[in-house]
T-cell receptor, first 114, second 116 residues
Framework: DGGITQSPKYLFRKEGQNVTLSCEQN?????MYWYRQDPGQGLRLIYY???????QKGDIAEGYSVSREKKESFPLTVTSAQKNPTAFYLC?????????????FGEGSWLTVV | AQTVTQSQPEMSVQEAETVTLSCTYD???????LFWYKQPPSRQMILVIR??????QNATENRFSVNFQKAAKSFSLKISDSQLGDAAMYFC?????????????FGSGTRLLVRP
């Protein structure tokens, strides 16, 4: 089935460690996004990519890094420079059709610092 | 910069009744899309409905409809015949079609409770 797959679903990080969240899509979408969601809040954009080998910072990019080596994949690395990484992370991709533009989301990944 | 405001942190509705969730936005663009997403406890973001700004007709999807007031920059969601499965967080989002990134700007969300 077509969709967006995020892994792992739950991840625990020790202080000072880098961790990488995976996002894979088989929808042949050009654009991919990473959002962060804190409890009781809306989604905030971390990074996005419109084409392979290119990506742009969103509103809260500090402490995060991404890569886009393949169209299907857009992994997010949470670095030790991110001071408050505990949150829910959502990956999304963009489908542009004749009637407009819709963004679809993966099921998300929970990251907890221990 | 675009902003989206949801002024109702929580709303409650009796099963089978109708409820309206409010959303206002600020943008200087004339062409954009507006969305309502549902986020149940599973945290999956589910697209509920989409509205193109250039269309005067309000979008509808079964029991879900919107009241789009472009001049007032208002985009409310009406849920008719509310069901227990409608209980979730609802997020309003704006997308500027002049921005080639097509990124979404979200409101802070409204938690909908459905009373049996």
């Amino acid at each position: 089935d077509g969709g967006i797959t995020q892994s792992p679903k739950y991840l625990f990080r020790k202080e000072g460690q880098n961790v990488t969240l995976s996002c894979e899509q088989n929808l042949n979408h050009d654009a991919m996004y990473w959002y962060r969601q804190d409890p009781g809040q809306g989604l905030r954009l971390i990074y996005y990519s419109q084409i392979v080998n290119d990506f742009q910072k969103g509103d809260i990019a500090e402490g995060y890094s991404v890569s886009r080596e393949k169209k299907e994949s857009f992994p997010l690395t949470v670095t030790s420079a991110q001071k408050n990484p505990t949150a829910f992370y959502l990956c999304a991709s963009n489908h542009l059709d004749n009637s407009g533009n819709t963004i679809y989301f993966g099921e998300g990944s929970w990251l907890t610092v221990v | 910069a675009q902003t989206v405001t949801q002024s109702q942190p929580e709303m409650s509705v009796q099963e089978a009744e109708t409820v309206t969730l409010s959303c206002t936005y600020d943008t200087s663009e004339s062409d954009y899309y507006l969305f309502w997403y549902k986020q149940p406890p599973s945290r999956q973001m589910i697209l509920v409905i989409r509205q193109e700004a250039y269309k005067q007709q309000n979008a509808t999807e079964n029991r879900f409809s919107v009241n789009f007031q472009k001049a007032a920059k208002s985009f409310s969601l009406k849920i008719s015949d509310s069901q227990l499965g409608d209980a979730a967080m609802y997020f309003c989002a704006h997308q500027n079609t002049m921005d080639s990134s097509y990124k979404l700007i979200f409101g802070s969300g409204t938690r909908l409770l459905v009373r049996p």
